[in-house]
């Protein structure tokens, strides 16, 4: 069948239905809507992005997204530094902080142990998470992991593995439902989560 744009128009369309979420009709939308673009914006736009891999990297310390070599929330003095919450990916952080009622540190794990897809827990952050508990001054870590199966695996996995070493290990609890991805949580219910987090036996 025929293209129905120019292949300029065609490739964009099939670059934007990568994106999570996006499908045909809101790629052909998104793309249509890029050519009543003034074109000095196209170009900003267009070196924003590819600029990403220059310019964004994952802080040393809690492997948050970052431009410099420790995140803003990392290198904030005023945060508490003797509670650590444990996220799955460093997009669940923003979500966290509109909440507007945690003011700790942050610790990513880079994903969660899926047996099945055969992630076990040498595939996520925990060297780089027990040399920060070695160093000592933390108290409690919270763990903000998503509330599906496997997420409730991973937080299991985590408290009896830390709960060990003195720490008080809590979850996220109210607010949050089964099956649900943290990253799409609002934050009035992430607030209540947040509020309302238990500790693990």
Known sequence: MASN????????IVGLRRLPGVGARTAER???SFTGWPADDLRNFGALLAAIPE??????????????????????PHRQRDVICIVEQAIQIPAIEK??????????????LEPLAD???????????RT????????????AVSSDVEGEATA??????????GLSVSRLAAGLPVGADLGYADAA???AALNSRRRLE
Do not use: M, Q, S
Request: proline share 5%; aromatic share 8%; hydrophobic share 45%.
């Open 30 to 32: 998104l793309a249509l």
């Open 55 to 76: 310019r964004l990297r994952f802080c040393t310390g809690c492997g948050n997204f970052a431009e410099a070599e420790t995140c803003p929330i990392c290198a904030d």
């Open 156 to 165: 299991a996995w985590l408290a009896h593995e830390f709960r060990a070493a």
């Open 99 to 112: 909440t507007g009622c945690y003011r700790g540190l942050y610790h990513v794990l880079g994903g969660r």
């Open 5 to 12: 744009y120019p292949p300029v128009l065609e490739e964009l």
């Open 189 to 191: 219910t992430l607030a």
């Open 132 to 143: 920060r508990l070695a160093a000592g001054g933390v108290r409690e870590i919270i763990l």
């Open 119 to 129: 992630k076990g827990p040498e595939t996520l952050r925990l060297a780089e998470l």
